[in-house]
């Protein structure tokens, strides 16, 4: 693979010509060496390229290969917006620090231009040549202007006239009339004019984000069949920005318009908020959403077709490097064709998933009758995520429920869970709310919930300057008898209902005391100026959470050298942090067995002799995002093992700068049901899973002769409607 060889290809240093091999098999390596880690930036263009295999794997229907497609260009606009922009700040600022793997942010930016430039026209070869004859075959026809039949020019010719006309606006540009601002992901048309005054000009047109992508034609009288004799439902499409470079002379009337290319800018999205300027936390934010609009440009999508002079004339006014601007075949920005998953065709989607309600949480049975009896353990999508926002629409209509304390990071739109703590607020309970404004990309929405609910009076906490707020708590404070009982949620996954369809995640309720204990002292810190808290349960970032995963680790080394039988499984997002990494290694070679489920970034090497040859890595990237976060270790047997869940990933972020939180699963039932069953169901995937190699290649995991391939997600949304 190209990534395989990018990343060990590149990283050696003039200075140590060190072979991996060399380093693996030293009487004792130095676990600091660069040839023992993955670059982060690398791993995480290595997981974009796997969710487009995903894309192009045929045993997902049509629609949802769109889907996988339209996740390919929004993680890549992400990465460059974020990571890449980051990269461009360190190299500008002269930053000497080498990642762990031991390159410069300069080498780096190198590497990833080749990497993300082979990944996008990959991605347009596959649209054009794998996905538009499966679409056009199924009676979903993309067409380009060309293609358009007279009745078909003249339904764009209205649909312009109607439609798109009134909200263009044209700006062009000389000495009276500045290079306009370009807005980051907007796509536009850089137009060629020429005026028999004034001769060559140039204007650029934005197409506004309010138009559809892909604007509807009449389709043509051809009928894919997908059996004999039956009919396919007929759709035809035209991307809106041909549509609008075929009528630009209605907007530059007695100026002949030469040409038009499309172009996009991408801005850098990342801002930082300094201690001593944020004196409003909420104002701050606001401040750096309006810098984000105006950030610098990090790089520029172009078609090949440009000529030169068009080119020059964006790359002087937009002040960018020529190697930063990436040359793609037409159309840009395709992931929008995943807007056609809204269409009425089941046939070319995979079967909704139909989520069970545990038979505790039915509607209409108390819920915290149902938690005292014992801890509830939901597995989202397969578990409804109806059973959180019941569990606090309960807390707000139940007369002995007298607070309500909640944390929120990405809560979507026409919440539920909102709505619920604006009732209770309106019942009378104490209702406290810890609005994280810091969420990326999430920033308006967040403010536009924090300022309803502060208009209804609910105590809103903003989280705290320095840090995020990442931890998914829930408290229910309940009058029970002659005194208070606290009901605690805790998950891996945001309080949102939309996200909770597709993302996979693991929530407890509970109301053991020692957990209900640390989940107000949580809140206590977090809304106030608590210092110094020791937690009876869970494990708390920036506090204990890193230094409660490495005793554990520790001791999970211990027991194997005393004879025991050292296991740990961990499932999660991200494997980033070196001190992890390096613990992880220290276990290896202790003998410890260490399976891991690294969803993305993984910057650890599995499979070195003498290194990692215990540790086995592997990655699932299907239909739902697998999002949860699982800490598993044996402790020398079943009576002591000890499993977590939560919100935080190995990363440096999540360990020192962000509030997150695990909690163990101390219920002996749902630890086993997680450590025999649900683990085990992952390990044993081979239709999504793929396995890392020491070598940075993830290669696919072949079942026995004879067997099927196993897809866990198959499996356990069987399992749901059992």
């Avoid at 801890?375 to 569990?391: G, I, R, W």
Wanted: glycine residues 6%; negative net charge; hydrophobic residues 40%.
């Amino acid at each position: 693979m190209v990534c395989s060889q990018v990343v060990f290809g590149m990283v050696a240093r003039a200075d140590r010509n060190v072979t991996p091999e060399d380093v693996a098999h030293s009487e004792q390596p130095d676990l600091f060496q660069p040839e023992l880690y993955f670059n982060r930036e690398i791993s995480a263009i290595v997981f974009i390229r796997r969710v487009f295999e995903e894309a192009q794997a045929e045993r997902h229907p049509l629609l949802d290969r769109l889907r996988f497609l339209g996740f390919v260009s929004a993680q890549i606009d992400d990465f460059l917006t974020v990571r890449y922009a980051g990269l461009q700040d360190q190299e500008i600022a002269q930053v000497k620090d080498v990642a762990p793997d031991g390159m410069l942010p300069g080498q780096q930016l190198e590497i990833l231009r080749v990497l993300l430039s082979n990944l996008l026209h990959e991605q347009q070869a596959y649209f054009r040549g794998k996905l538009l004859p499966q679409l056009d075959q199924a009676g979903i026809h993309i067409l380009d202007y060309t293609q358009l039949n007279r009745a078909q020019r003249e339904s764009a010719a209205r649909y312009f006239r109607d439609e798109i006309f009134p909200v263009l606006t044209p700006l062009g540009v000389d000495p009276g009339h500045p290079f306009p601002h370009i807005s980051s992901r907007s796509l536009n048309l850089a137009v060629s004019l020429r005026d028999p005054v004034a001769g060559e000009l140039f204007a650029r047109v934005k197409v506004p984000s309010s138009l559809r992508r892909l604007v509807p034609v009449p389709a043509a009288s051809r009928s894919g069949k997908r059996q004999a004799g039956e009919s396919l439902p007929e759709q035809a499409f035209v991307w809106v920005e041909q549509v609008i470079a075929a009528h630009l002379d209605q907007l530059f009337p007695g100026v002949e318009v030469v040409a038009a290319y499309p172009f996009r800018v991408l801005r850098d999205a990342d801002f930082d908020i300094q201690i001593d300027e944020a004196g409003d936390l909420l104002v701050t934010v606001e401040q750096g959403l309006r810098k984000r609009r105006f950030g610098s440009v990090v790089c520029m999508m172009i078609q090949s077709e440009m000529p030169a002079p068009i080119r020059e004339v964006l790359t002087e006014n937009l002040q960018i490097a020529p190697e930063d601007v990436l040359e793609m075949p037409s159309p840009l920005a395709i992931g929008e064709v995943a807007d056609l998953t809204e269409l009425n065709r089941p046939d070319l989607k995979s079967p909704p998933l139909v989520p069970r309600v545990p038979n505790e949480l039915r509607l209409g049975q108390d819920p915290f009758s149902a938690i005292q009896h014992g801890d509830l353990l939901l597995h989202h999508p397969y578990d409804s995520f109806s059973s959180v926002a019941e569990f606090i629409e309960a807390a707000a209509r139940d007369p002995q429920v007298v607070a309500i304390k909640q944390t929120l990071y990405r809560v979507g739109k026409n919440s539920p869970i909102v709505d619920a703590l604006l009732e209770a607020n309106r019942q009378g309970k104490q209702v406290a709310v810890m609005v994280e404004l810091k969420a990326r990309f999430d920033e308006e929405n967040n403010i536009e919930w924090a300022r309803r609910l502060e208009r209804e009076g609910v105590h809103v906490i903003y989280g705290q300057v320095d840090m995020k707020t990442h931890a998914k708590v829930a408290m229910v404070v309940r009058r029970e008898g002659t005194g208070l009982r606290r009901y605690v949620h805790i998950g891996t996954g945001n309080y949102n209902a939309a996200t909770a369809r597709v993302y996979e995640d693991l929530a407890l309720l509970t109301c053991r005391p020692e957990i209900g204990e640390d989940a107000s002292n949580l809140f206590n810190a977090i809304t106030g100026f608590a210092r110094g808290i020791s937690y009876k349960k869970l494990l708390v970032a920036p506090e204990t959470l890193r230094s409660g995963l490495m005793e554990r680790i520790e001791r999970e080394i211990e027991q194997q050298k005393a004879g025991g039988h050292g296991h740990i499984i961990f499932k999660m997002n991200a494997l980033v942090d070196p001190a992890f990494v390096r613990a992880l290694y220290r276990a290896s070679q202790a003998g410890v067995q260490v399976d891991l489920i690294v969803r993305g970034m993984c910057c650890l090497r599995p499979g070195l002799p003498g290194v990692s040859d215990h540790i086995r890595v592997i990655s699932i990237v299907s239909r739902f995002l697998e999002h949860s976060r699982i800490y598993y270790f044996a402790n020398g047997g079943l009576a002591d093992d000890e499993l977590l869940i939560g919100s935080a990933d190995l990363m440096q972020r999540n360990l020192d700068h962000r509030i997150e939180v695990l909690v163990p699963i101390e219920d002996r039932a749902l630890r086993g049901h997680i450590r025999d069953v649900t683990l085990p169901a992952y390990f044993r995937d081979t239709a999504n899973a793929r396995l890392l190699q020491a070598n940075g290649e993830y290669v696919s995991i072949v079942p026995p002769a004879g067997t099927p391939p196993f897809d866990v997600q198959q499996w356990l949304s069987q399992q749901a409607g059992a």
